[in-house]
């Protein structure tokens, strides 16, 4: 049995037994940690209250078998406070609290900038200097970067060609949602897609035909995709114009 201290986030807490609860945290220097807080849900539990989602923190612990077990735990700041009487931002909070979780999928695997990135996240909330959804936002956008993505919005999100100028007409380049990111130019929706089943106009069917020689819908992604590890090269497969 090993002791062990640090402080983190309460992420989540789940009901265990009759008295007990398993607390997940974002710890600064163990990553997230599940452990068991015994005895917490009775009414007497020294700490009990300061295991809440929101809360950060500082906790002496062990190492058990499967869970290791929070012996002590003291408040640092109660972040959920402020936000527990306004909902925007309690959701936004909320939202916060399961990115974290869902980018450190490896348990005790360090994430000191996912941590600091939550810390900083749920004190601009709680300050409310700011619409909590642009807080949420640059929350998300920081935390996805930190874990290894990030919007592609220099290049086609369907075949990576660098050139998104827009057409002659200085229309910007399309945003197919599902791709995730901006296509070429030549994009067209692909025809029976929601788009242009909805549109009877005979605008949009023109620029479908116009375009379908030369389209990069999503079809032509796997060619361009096996084409780049063919043996004769990726010269007579153009996925865009
Ligand atoms: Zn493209």
Avoid: N
């Amino acid at each position: 049995m090993s002791l062990y201290r640090d402080d983190g986030v309460v992420l989540r807490t789940q009901k265990l037994g009759e008295a007990d609860r398993i607390v997940t945290v974002l710890a600064r220097r163990t990553g997230r940690i599940r452990a068991v807080a015994k005895g917490v849900r009775r009414t007497k539990s020294r700490f009990g209250a300061r295991l809440e989602p929101f809360t950060h923190v500082d906790l002496l612990l062990y190492t058990g078998r499967s869970l290791d077990v929070i012996t002590q735990a003291e408040t640092v700041r109660a972040y959920g406070e402020p936000l527990s009487a306004d909902y925007p931002r309690y959701t936004s909070g909320t939202a916060m609290l399961e990115t974290a979780g869902r980018l450190t999928p490896v348990e005790k695997e360090p994430a000191l900038r996912q941590f600091l990135l939550l810390v900083g996240g749920l004190r601009a909330l709680g300050e409310g200097q700011h619409d909590p959804r642009l807080v949420l936002d640059a929350f998300l956008l920081r935390s996805l970067a930190v874990a290894g993505y990030a919007p592609a919005l220099a290049e086609c999100a369907l075949c990576g060609a660098a050139d998104l100028g827009g057409d002659s007409g200085g229309r910007a380049a399309p945003l197919p949602i599902p791709a995730g990111g901006p296509a070429s130019p030549s994009w067209r929706p692909p025809r029976g897609s929601r788009s242009s089943a909805s549109s009877s106009g005979s605008t949009l069917e023109s620029a479908t035909r116009r375009g379908s020689s030369s389209s990069c819908g999503s079809s032509r992604r796997s060619t361009a995709w096996a084409a780049r590890s063919s043996p004769w090269g990726s010269g007579s497969w153009a996925a865009c114009s």
